[in-house]
RNA sequence: GCCCGAGUGGUGGAAUGGUAGACGCAGAGGACUCAAAAUCCUCCGCCGCGAGGCGUGUCGGUUCGAGUCCGACCUCGGGCACCA
């Protein structure tokens, strides 16, 4: 008997693969197209296991679709652009290029082994000119639709390294790199204009079915659309030149509580007063200090600067309220001014305790839940312009019956309660939420107040980076004509490699010659633009070049309309805004530009987020030596690979000393905790087919799957049951008959079926149990060799997705013509799934008490007979009287008693 | 703070409103072996000798029947957040 040997049946089947150009895509309209494609991975040097599993899951959607008669594309690229790169050579002296492409290298060696089937004449770079060269071209066309523009723009700028820093490389104030403290800088910079497109966006993903319900709303909340009041506020006189405040609330119903007008230190009527005195100017200055990262304003505290200046209530032109300065406010939402209404804010409540403003509440709740107990209920004003007493000192207000607030806390309503008004809109008793804010729109409208808008929380998108190792923008800057595309003739253009790293900055910017070019207009002496794109920008449009990686242009129209949609996406969820959203406002830019067809507005049809590969981190304790920095006493924690320890007598111990560790369970592999398993390590020691099988196997593909080195060995054993299965299979007599071929044949088909429908609804760990369960029956069958050889080439068949070398060895010793691969995927009998004979369970009063076997089609009536004659259901009636007797056919009887 | 999602044996997890715990891991027992490894077989939610009873985070509801649907709560996880 011959033994499993992953390593030379792999090899063997990957070169037959290659060798028949399996699976190269071909466009013909002989079948239907499937284009399944993974978020192609960034070129690190080494895969890990989230790789392994993310393009596993593909691999078996890809070949299940090959099987079931679909042209399919599967392409691999690299997302090769970005920081790590540069990073590297500043601290190794290399370069950038050489750096990436060697890693591009071998990760490639490392994928190849798991013999998954792509079409490796597609491959790209994102890094290769080729490709960003057609990404320049796609710029300039995005340039003349109007979809990107520069503005002057608010970064976080790194005077060390000399660069922008991204959000989350800003910590605690400091650049992540160098330390050095984070300043706000305007730079002029180039955006995508992709807030015009937020409604679009937004309302778009109502469509997206085969979408996970979370990345949608993740989706949804990110654009964030808001329906709300724009209105000014009328400045009393003063010399500044500005005589309103614009603002805009999502609360028009609590305009009624305003105490305050609050502007940001950015807009325009406070850099009016900057610039008069030298107060504010401290004062601003100040304000805007400090990240824009969450941290830093969190810990910042709500400052205000008291303008002096005041203006009058929309409502009530007696009423004057003051103009503050506040550094909470963002100029670039909404107008960059706001009014505060602290009896129903928290920020406004604190603000107007610490500056002492009047707080007046607008509506209370219609019960009390402690916030308001004490105060009088049900008050309310007869007419939205009768607030004479919403003016001044409430506590002398001649009625009595007004409202302090001297609560800590703001009232905010919850959605969808009834709550009175107190001040305002005719005594109206009003839902609060949308209901409320819709209603005092409308009165506001019709009062002359403003109108109604939506804002959208999505911003345009910054792709400026001070970098060198990105897609060099196609832009040239002349003193003539101003900012100017390249010539499309000129394209790519490349990035010099001459480059020096020795010291912080963009290497571009210092490069002797690269960025003096002529001007493309009047071919006057010009500067190229130095800044790069995001990289982002790399991956919001691979999908599409992957349907003519070599195209002259940035995709080809019919290729592009044969392959587009992606059917099947597969990728983390970590990218579930940015690269989706960037990548489905691409879509749009490139059929606006022409280079996407208009049925596909949407790229990926299915999106699925599948979770990441965990370990146990194994961890001892140590003690300090008198060496050590934090001195004698300091516990410290020591972490172990999953190598370096071992079982015994259930006890997890370290191989060298013998001593228990500690199991964290759990946790992502973390290369800083060891907790880590490499791939190339499990294919040498298993083979490929091990690894994919037990990435599948364990958990649902939508949630975290932990690497166990048992469930690992379970994987291999089972492959090798299931080889030596074959081989048992292989050499029967062809003519023996046996028992049972009729059971082993149903097994069969229940298995056909229950394994499609796995695999179509991304179930892989059901569809793996399904065929565990299909084996253990052929395993023990006593069929004929007849059957048993049709039931292991189809065993065989549903395992071809999951371990396509093993399942090629099989289809090839049983005798399959041709490769498996190609193979047509079973069809399950639909009169083999279900038996002529059924056994019911009978329940009394829900709970089972026997159950009963019947002829499949027997009547209802029937069946009810026997059941009410039934030995055991006469016994656990114990001479009740039956009320009613559910029998649900096929299924379950309930009697009900 | 706002918005989502999830809670099932020792463990990963199965289960169109219809026999809860499939399948795997771990564990126990057995066969083979001089012995071990490997392999194979059996058992394996809890209580109970047993008949039986109880069981899907908690409490209620709908239903002939609820892990599944509805409501409230608890716990954990995720996303967003000076967004006016």
Redesign the pocket.
Known sequence: MSRYSAADIEAKWQAAWDAAGTFKAVRSDDKPKYYVLEMFPYPSGRIHMGHVRNYTMGDVIARYKLSTGHNVLHPMGWDAFGMPAENAAMASGGHPKDWTYQNIADMRAQMKPLGLSIDWSREFATCDPEYYGQQQSLFIDMLAAGLVYRKKATVNWDPVDMTVLANEQVIDGKGWRSGADVERRELVQWFFKISDMAGELLDALDGLDNWP??VR??Q???I?R?R??QFAFGLTENDTGHDRVE??????DTLLGASFV?I?PDHPLAKELERRDPAVAAFCTD?RK?G?T?E????????GYDTGLTVRHPFDTAWELPVYI????????????????PAH????LDFSRKYGLPVKPVFIQAYSKGVLTGYPLGFAMSSAFNLASSNGDLSTSSTGELYFWQDEHAY?P??SESVKYVHGFAGAELQTGAEGVDTAIAFCEANGVGHGVT???L?DWGLSRQRYWGCPIPVVHCDTCGTVPEKKENLPIELPYDVDFSIPGNPLDRHPTWRHTTCPNCNAPARRETDTMDTFVDSSWYYARFTAPHATTPTAMADAAYWMNVDQYIGG??H???HLLYSRFFARAMQITGHLPKSAIEPFDALFTQ?MVTHEIYQTYGRTGPNDRHGEGHGFTQYHFPEEVE?R??KVVLKATGNEVEII??AKMSKSKKNVVDPMNIIAAYGADTARWFVL????PE????W?A??A??????L??VW?LCDRIGNMDPNVTGEGDDDLLRAMHRSIHDVTV?IE?F?F??A??????F??AL??SKAGAAAQKLAIRTLAQLMSPMTPHLAEDIWAHQGGTGLIANAVWPVADPAMLTHDSV???I?I?????A?ITVPRDMPASEVEKLVLADD?VI??LDGATPK?L?V?P???????V
């Open positions: 319900a979370k709303l993740m949804s909340n990110w964030g808001s709300g009041l603002v805009y609330t999502t609360r028009p609050g940001s304000a400090g824009t969450e830093a304003m969190e810990k910042a505290d709500k400052l506040a550094n909470f406010i963002l100029m670039d939402y909404g107008t960059g001014a706001i009014f505060g209404c804010d928290q920020r406004d905010v919850p959605k804002k959208f929380r911003r969820v970590e579930a805004i940015l979770g079982n007598n259930g369970p759990s196997s364990d958990s649902p949630r975290d799957v932990e166990t048992s469930g060995d379970a994987a291999a054993k089972h090798a049951r030596a796995g609804g179930g760990n059901a793996i149990a399904k065929l565990y369960a084996t253990s395993t023990k056994t019911l369970p329940q009063n829900g709970k089972r008490r159950e055991a016994r656990a009613k559910i649900v096929g299924r379950i009887v309930n009697v009900v």
